[in-house]
């Protein structure tokens, strides 16, 4: 599925690999009765962290799909779950690529409890370029991954810049 990029050298093209991050504190609806954020409520982080990294990258979703004409759902999800987080701690998502497919890609997320410094949460999600009329799959445009690529790191590399 991976045949294209892996991340485990970064391209000579590539001056360096950075790990993109944003901050979210535990919400008040995402938390269950024993006052632990619900398992579910972590696939909001996944998303929120995406999406602003596709916009870090210069490919913010709301121009993705009429700019490449294709589709990017999501063929597989999975996530671990390490430290239990509670309403309004501070979390930090490092969201990151580990490889680019010929008509896929792989999104990794770490979550940092910050205030614990504790892994929280482990996923990934790949995601798979489509037509938008058939959506039969279709190769990722070589434009859009080289606006990725600079994001494409091993999982290593994401947990030692989070501090790990």
């Known amino acids: 599925m991976f045949d294209r990029i892996g991340c ?3 391209p000579p093209d590539v001056a360096q690999t950075m790990l993109f991050t944003v901050d979210e504190r535990v ?3 995402a938390v269950d009765k024993a006052g632990i954020i619900f398992y579910g409520a972590y696939v909001r982080f996944f998303e929120l962290a995406e999406m ?3 916009r870090a990258a210069g490919a913010p979703y709301g121009e993705v799909f009429d700019r490449w004409d294709i589709w990017l759902p999501r063929v597989h999800l999975e996530s671990d779950f390490h430290y239990p987080s509670r309403l309004d701690d501070k979390l930090r998502v490092g969201a990151y690529f580990t490889s680019f497919g010929t008509s896929s890609l792989r999104i990794n997320f770490d979550i940092l409890h910050v205030d614990a410094h504790r892994l929280a949460v482990t996923g990934h999600e790949v995601l798979v370029s489509t037509t938008r009329d058939t959506l039969r799959p279709t190769p990722l445009p070589e434009d859009l991954v080289e606006l990725l690529r600079p994001y494409c790191m091993t999982e290593e590399d994401a947990r030692r810049a989070l501090g790990l």
């Open 52 to 54: 602003e990294l596709f």
């Open 8 to 10: 485990i050298d970064p």
């Open 27 to 29: 919400r008040w609806s």
